[in-house]
């Protein structure tokens, strides 16, 4: 399974970015997704998540009411829509996918088994 992240970049304080992870491979039915990222000098951090099963979406506090994840299961893509970006949002972002559909390991790197090469986001002040 590969997973390949695209759509950081650099954009200004308020602005919205989309990030998408295209699932190669295999199809990741039965697979939950998340997102994470990573700030310099950082450890990597949980930001959103989606159950397989029961779609239901899972987020860290600080992104509550500003990102969406999702995904599009007959195109194997997951998105994580941004919107009203901070600077603290800056960050080398993460897809990642996991065969335990397990809401208590979701907030784990070690939660999942597939992970993409990272997409940056810059959000300047």
């Known amino acids: 399974v590969q997973l390949q992240a695209s759509g950081g970049g650099l954009v200004q304080a308020g602005d919205s970015l989309r990030l998408s992870c295209a699932v190669s491979?295999?199809?990741?039915?039965?697979?939950?997704t998340g997102w994470f990222r990573q700030a310099p000098g950082k450890d990597r951090e949980f930001v959103a998540a989606i159950s397989w099963s029961t779609g239901s979406t899972y987020y860290t506090d600080t992104v509550k009411g500003r990102f969406t994840i999702s995904r599009d299961n007959a195109k194997n893509t997951m998105y994580l829509q941004m919107n009203s970006l901070k600077p603290e949002d800056t960050a080398v972002y993460y897809c990642a996918a996991g065969a335990a559909d397990d809401s208590g390991s979701f907030y784990y790197t070690l939660g999942y088994d597939y992970w993409g090469q990272g997409t940056l986001v810059t959000v300047s002040s």
């Open positions: 491979g295999r199809t990741f039915s039965g697979y939950a």
